[in-house]
């Protein structure tokens, strides 16, 4: 049932968006899921995305996006021999900004590390390369 429950979100979500038109012939767009796949690297490690919520400013074939990312980063802790561990695969959320041209996508991710006992918290840029979908 809880499978069930979350496909049906998924596919909701898929179609989900809200459109205006301007006398440009530019739309402004606010998805759920912009159904593109993106990789990159951030702080010492990588990170792998699916989008999520954005704004989007479409010029056809440009798309300008803004939002939140949903993500799985993938980095090591570099601790002493005997201190715990993170795990190498955490999941995370950021912003960022997204540039897309026909299917390659561009993105500019901005993602938090929280204060630990060696380092305080702060922001971390990165940059992305992917496909979209559709």
């Known amino acids: 049932m809880k499978k069930l429950i979350i496909l049906c979100v998924c596919f909701a979500c898929t179609f989900n ?3 205006s038109q301007e006398k440009t012939g530019a739309k402004v767009t606010v ?10 690297y951030v702080d010492k490690g990588a990170y792998v995305n699916f989008g999520g919520p954005t704004l989007k400013f479409i010029k056809k074939p440009w798309n300008f996006c803004f939002g939140i990312l949903p993500t799985m980063r993938i980095k090591e802790d570099r601790v002493p021999k005997d201190a715990a ?13 997204t ?5 390659i996508v ?5 993602y938090y590390n929280p204060k630990s006992a060696i380092a305080n918290g702060k922001w971390h840029p990165g940059i992305g390369l992917g496909f979209k979908l559709y």
Request: aromatic fraction near 16%; charged fraction near 10%; avoid cysteine.
């Open 17 to 19: 968006s809200v459109r």
């Open 31 to 40: 998805t759920v899921w912009d159904g593109m796949m993106v990789a990159g």
């Open 85 to 97: 561990k993170n795990s190498i695969v955490t999941p995370t959320a950021g912003f960022g900004f």
């Open 99 to 103: 540039i897309t041209y026909k299917h």
């Open 106 to 110: 561009f993105q500019v991710p901005f």
